[in-house]
Nanobody
Framework: QVRLVESGGGLVQSGGSLRLSCAAS?????????VGWFRQPPGQEREFVAR????????YYADSIKGRFTVSRDNAKNTIDLQMNSLKPEDTAVYYC?????????????????WGQGTQVTVSS
């Protein structure tokens, strides 16, 4: 079993920035595992935001956040981070990280096996 824990959410004004982190523990998994960031706005379905390989390679972004968000690996902390800049009120959501323990270019929640508990991001106008 893999345990994922997100951190870094909070309240920020429109135009501000936040950095989310996803830490993994438990069983070992391949460095080629895919880590996805998803978000679920109030009353809406969970949607894909970005993904990256656990070793820091092969990132991919949803069009809605491209150019504003950056997903990366922090080797010192052993986390996958999501840097969110130029935040908008429509970015308000619970943000989740998820992992599938092999190489997969997944963009749908069903493709991921392990999930964190989520962290709330609220952007005020």
């Amino acid at each position: 079993q893999v345990r994922l824990v997100e951190s870094g959410g909070g309240l920020v004004q429109s135009g501000g920035s936040l950095r989310l982190s996803c830490a993994a523990s438990g069983r070992t998994f391949s460095s080629l595992s895919s880590v996805g960031w998803f978000r679920q706005p109030p009353g809406q379905e969970r949607e894909f935001v970005a993904r990256i390989r656990w070793d820091g390679g092969s990132s991919y972004y949803a069009d809605s956040i491209k150019g504003r968000f950056t997903v990366s690996r922090d080797n010192a902390k052993n986390t996958i981070d999501l840097q969110m800049n130029s935040l908008k009120p429509e970015d308000t959501a619970v943000y989740y990280c998820a992992l599938v323990p092999w190489a997969r270019n997944g963009v749908t929640p069903s493709e991921y096996h392990y999930w964190g508990q989520g962290t709330q991001v609220t952007v005020s106008s």
